[in-house]
């Protein structure tokens, strides 16, 4: 809109300076009224198409062809009115899309108005001449500056359509930030899941089958011991499902450290199965908190890899910490397996992706017959007790 108020301005201004300078010249009659007539046509011709001219459509060409026209004529009543072209070459650059068609346009405009301007200074040699070299000069700066002007809008529009090309692919990159932050949300909540709620679940179903066998049995102190258990079980699981809710913080590290949370884990594990568990643990440094949690996990998952597989007597929990370095191990004494063969379930996978996040690795040594020792390996930050 502000773009066809100023080019209307421009018309308006151009037509009314060129006329009044006609009626100032003091000329014929006849080439005076010839002369405005054009441009009083000009600027009605721009009032009804330009503003539908500038959308760069058909209305271009129809608005180029009768500027041209009306300007040959003003130019043959009076040769001062080729000043007209100062006006003409800008408008066909702006109204026609193409840069070919704008060339032969400006082309078309120099050989009109020269024409006018030969007819109109008497059609002789010399008027020929003066035509042609006023004509050839406009013709040649006409050209020149509207390649020029025509290649810095192109290179604008490039850099529009890049622009827009680079908001598109930031947008798609946010999406795909946004869906990979997700994905990676639901991969470790179903890591803390497995690792805690679901092992819950597996022991207190479980203690609950050995205190069913007991009450068969007729052994109520047994069965009453096992519902202890059960009801402790429970509660854990509850503490644990409450803390993941809440805020996805883990639990079952507080209280100590990794050493005494090791601990109580084996004693818990040793009164749902009756599988004996001796835990060795240093307690000469203390461990970051992610650290430990990794660590407990791995732990947690061995342990119900244990119970689940291993048909063993006896298992150990033995932690190691050097500088840098801190090494976990769950050793059984039972069947066993072997490494080398497809794996099933998520466990083990599942170890291997949570040991990946913190920089660490899982090594696997069993064989069929001759129990599993699994090491679970973080780098860490260790700050020794005083």
């Excluded at 502000?2 to 014929?28: F, H, Y």
């Excluded at 004509?135 to 604008?156: R, Y």
Aim: net charge negative; hydrophobic share 50%.
């Amino acid at each position: 809109m502000t773009s066809s108020r100023w080019w209307t301005i421009a018309v308006l201004a151009t037509a009314v300076v060129l006329s009044a300078l006609v009626v100032l010249e003091q000329a014929p009659l006849v080439n005076t009224i010839g002369a405005i007539a054009c441009s009083a046509a000009i600027v009605v011709t721009w009032l009804v198409l330009g503003r539908r001219a500038l959308c760069r459509n058909r209305y271009g060409i129809a608005i180029t062809v009768l500027f041209v026209a009306l300007a040959s004529g003003a130019v043959y009543f009076e040769t001062s009115m080729a000043t007209l072209q100062c006006l003409i070459y800008p408008v066909i650059w702006s109204v026609l899309e193409r840069t070919r068609t704008a060339v032969v346009a400006v082309v078309c405009t120099a050989l009109a108005i020269g024409t006018g301007m030969f007819l109109g200074l008497g059609a002789t040699a010399q008027a020929l001449a003066v035509a042609a070299s006023i004509e050839g000069l406009s013709l040649v700066f006409s050209l020149a500056l509207g390649l020029w002007i025509s290649s810095i809008a192109e290179k604008s529009e490039e850099r529009r359509h890049l622009l827009e090309e680079l908001e598109s692919a930031q947008e798609q990159l946010a999406a795909l930030s946004r869906d990979a932050g997700a994905s990676a949300e639901r991969e470790r909540l179903a890591r803390e899941l497995h690792d805690t709620i679901a092992q819950d679940l597996t022991g207190l179903v479980l203690t609950a089958q050995r205190g069913l066998r007991e009450l068969r049995a007729g052994n109520s102190a047994a069965a009453e011991k096992q519902l202890g258990v059960l009801e402790e079980n429970a509660r854990n699981a509850l503490t644990e499902t409450r803390a993941l809710v809440a805020s996805g913080a883990a639990v079952g590290v507080d209280g100590g450290g990794l050493a005494i949370a090791l601990r109580r884990l084996a004693e818990r594990f040793e009164r749902e199965t009756g599988i004996a568990v001796t835990v060795d643990a240093d307690d000469s440094a203390n461990l970051d908190r992610d650290s430990e949690v990794v660590l407990l996990r791995c732990a947690q998952e061995a342990l119900a890899n244990v119970r689940k597989h291993s048909s063993a007597n006896a298992a150990a929990l033995t932690l190691t910490v050097a500088e840098g370095r801190i090494d976990l191990g769950i050793t059984d004494d039972g069947t066993g397996f072997d490494p080398a063969a497809p794996l099933s379930g998520f466990g083990l996978s599942g170890l291997r992706d949570r040991l990946a996040l913190a920089r660490g690795s899982l090594a696997i040594t069993a064989s069929p017959g001759g129990g599993t020792t699994l090491v679970a390996s973080l780098p860490g930050a260790i700050e020794a007790n005083p």
